[in-house]
DNA sequence: GAGTTTGAAACT
DNA sequence: CAGTTTCAAACTC
């Protein structure tokens, strides 16, 4: 609790005028607190903040529009004990134990995605699949394997409470199973660090399962279907997909594999979260504590009656209000049970811009062209973007989508995905390339047009994507055909 | 982290 | 279209 008060009172902004004369190393600006006023931009009016892992250069009035919306957070650890060094793995997995006291997990996905999920079917945010029974939030953190920044960074903090005289249990949905986290075998250290060390593009499936569920019963959490990347595999009629999305999950939806492939999974409409950051230090965290699910247990739900309201006083205490939830869902065990918490205006600000968590990094394009990853996938730029002179902020949306619509003038086609699953028919005219049923069905819709890297490197937008060269391909001495 | 290579996007 | 320039990511060291 303390520390959330910390936290929220902190100034939002860590900013540092950007200490040209004097370097001052990493450690030194980090520590700079709250309120310095320091207003007066002196020779330049850029001001350097640190958001997360990443230093942006902006100018005041990007500063203090970004801080009005809370797109700062404050650093609660300086110095994260997990991210500044490796952990001790024994300590690690006593602290899991721990923390496997403290916290029920419901779903059984991965904790970052339990908590940050909507339920699509009534538009709340599952928290009531993790019940904090007085969490630690360090531990937590450690236990997810995040840096304290990244940690952060999912605004999972505002939703910990730490303990508190009278407990904060919150109330089991009755019917709806718990499970357990279960742990990595200790000997399959090397299969993490395998997929923590891969390095894989953002719009790129990934063959790595990076997140793994199984399912109770039937059991079956609409987040799931998100959690999907579908960035790439856009095989859907391509009509409102997100409305289409929303109806669907209401009913069909069936046996959705509980193999989830893929990095990022949405936060909102259009917005994403890395399940893991990119950062190579919280990698090395991650491996070290071990702390993915990778199944689920069930336990029996133990059900109080605590109804823990009494948040009047405390505003910091913005998580967890109970209302009942009419939503006419299929399975009555979960009706009007969800409880469920509200979202402070500030929380919602923060998830609609994870999205953008790995940011470009463009110096000239200002952002607006296709050259931009953030542009191109019809995003904004965010926190974790470290552009030059951005003009793809939300508060710009409306330049933007004129933007858009002129480049759509020049190519229809410029923001659709550029793989598309591969048409049942066979294809007609190939020449000595792919084509006849290769092992990926994904296809460059437009081909690429390689000289060099022989498709044999993510220079190539087929490889890049895990795509066979096709016909449409004008590449030259392509290592990349269906052999 | 700096410097190089690369091919798509943008431009002419 | 083609040829060139610009660009940011992929890659290398
Ligand atoms: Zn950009
Ligand atoms: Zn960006
Ligand atoms: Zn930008
Ligand atoms: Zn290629
Ligand atoms: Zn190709
Ligand atoms: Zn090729």
């Not at 995040?146 to 999912?154: A, D, I, M, N, P």
């Not at 999972?156 to 990595?184: A, T």
């Not at 409102?240 to 409409?269: L, Y």
């Not at 294809?427 to 890297?453: D, F, Q, V």
Request: with cysteine.
């Amino acid at each position: 609790m303390q520390a959330i008060q910390n936290l929220d009172n902190r100034n939002h902004i860590c900013a540092e005028r950007k200490a040209e004369e004097s370097k001052m190393n990493c450690d030194q600006v980090v520590k700079t607190s709250a309120n310095t006023p320091k207003s007066e931009p002196l020779k330049s009016d850029k001001l350097e903040v640190e958001y997360g892992h990443n230093k942006i250069e902006c100018n005041s009035e990007e500063v203090k529009s970004k801080d009005q919306k809370n797109l700062f957070t404050p650093l609660m650890f300086e110095k994260s004990p997990g991210y500044m060094k490796p952990r001790n793995l024994n300590e690690t997995m006593n602290q899991y134990q721990e923390l496997k006291n403290l916290v029920q997990v419901k779903s059984p996905v991965h904790p970052m995605a339990a908590f940050l999920q909507k339920d699509p079917s009534n538009g709340l945010t599952p928290f009531n699949q993790i019940s904090p029974k007085g969490t630690d939030l360090q531990l937590y953190r450690k236990t997810v394997g995040l840096c304290g920044k990244h940690f952060e960074q999912t605004g999972l903090n505002v939703y910990i409470s730490q303990s508190e005289s009278e407990s904060e249990e919150e109330e089991p949905i009755p019917g709806v199973p718990e499970f357990s986290l279960q742990d990595f075998d200790k000997e399959d250290v090397s299969d993490i660090q395998s997929f923590c060390d891969k390095k894989i593009h953002k719009n790129a499936l990934s063959d790595a399962d990076l997140l793994e569920c199984t399912f109770n019963d039937n059991e079956e959490p609409n987040l799931l279907e998100d959690l999907a990347d579908e960035r790439v595999l856009d095989n859907t009629p391509k009509i409102d997909k997100q409305k289409a999305n929303k109806k669907a999950k209401k009913c069909s939806k069936s046996k959705s594999k509980p193999i989830i492939r893929g990095k990022r999974f949405k936060t909102g409409e259009d917005t994403e979260l890395p399940i893991f950051c990119n950062d190579n230090n919280c990698f090395e965290t991650l491996l070290n504590s071990k702390s993915i699910i990778s199944g689920a247990v069930q336990k029996t739900s133990k059900v109080t009656s605590k109804n823990g309201d009494k948040n009047d006083s405390n505003s910091m205490r913005k998580r967890k209000v109970k209302n009942n939830v009419q939503d006419q869902k299929t399975s009555s065990t979960r009706k009007n049970q969800l409880s469920n918490i509200r979202k402070s205006t500030r929380l919602m600000n923060k998830e609609a811009n994870l999205g953008e968590c790995k940011g470009c990094t463009c110096k000239r394009s200002k952002c607006i062209k296709l050259y931009c990853e953030c542009f191109l996938s019809k995003g904004f730029c965010g926190p974790s973007c470290t552009c030059n002179d951005c003009e793809n902020m939300e508060e710009n949306e409306e330049e933007i989508v004129k933007i858009r619509e002129k480049i759509l003038s020049r190519n229809p086609k410029a923001f659709e995905k550029k793989l598309k699953i591969e048409e049942a028919s066979q294809p007609l005219g190939m020449g000595s390339k792919a084509a006849s049923a290769p092992s990926s069905n994904l296809r460059h819709i437009k081909g690429c047009t390689c000289k060099r890297s022989k498709c044999s490197n993510n220079y190539c937008e087929c490889h890049q994507h895990g795509a066979k060269c096709t016909e449409l391909c004008s590449c030259i001495d392509c290592n990349n055909g269906s052999d």
